[in-house]
Nanobody, 115 residues
Framework: QVQLVESGGGLVQPGGSLRLSCAAS????????MGWYRQPPGKQRELVAT???????NYADSVKGRFTISRDNAKNTVYLQMNSLKSEDTAVYYC?????????WGQGTQVTVSS
């Protein structure tokens, strides 16, 4: 079993920055993809950014150039640095970890971009 604990959400003004963290614990596979998804109000969950065990990174077009995903292997933690935030970035952000056999989700953290 794998547990994901997220932190770092909150309220920020347009143009501001936030950093999300997701710490994984439990039975962790060497081979994985970890990342962030988000669900805006009234919309479906969508991919934001992922990074896999080989270091390959993928971003949604809507966040390229503004968001950066990174990881600390020693801490089993993935980060999402979000800069130049826009109102349309408002959503519940979920951490995800995909191992060879199953996917795990965090509890979600609210990010609100508003003046």
């Amino acid at each position: 079993q794998v547990q994901l604990v997220e932190s770092g959400g909150g309220l920020v003004q347009p143009g501001g920055s936030l950093r999300l963290s997701c710490a994984a614990s439990g039975s962790l596979s060497r081979f994985y993809t970890m990342g962030w998804y988000r669900q805006p109000p009234g919309k479906q969950r969508e991919l934001v950014a992922t990074i896999n065990s080989g270091g390959n990174i993928n971003y949604a077009d809507s966040v390229k150039g503004r968001f950066t995903i990174s990881r600390d292997n020693a801490k089993n933690t993935v980060y999402l640095q979000m800069n130049s935030l826009k109102s349309e970035d408002t959503a519940v952000y979920y951490c995800n970890r995909q191992d060879l056999t199953r996917a795990y989700w965090g509890q979600g953290t609210q990010v609100t971009v508003s003046s």
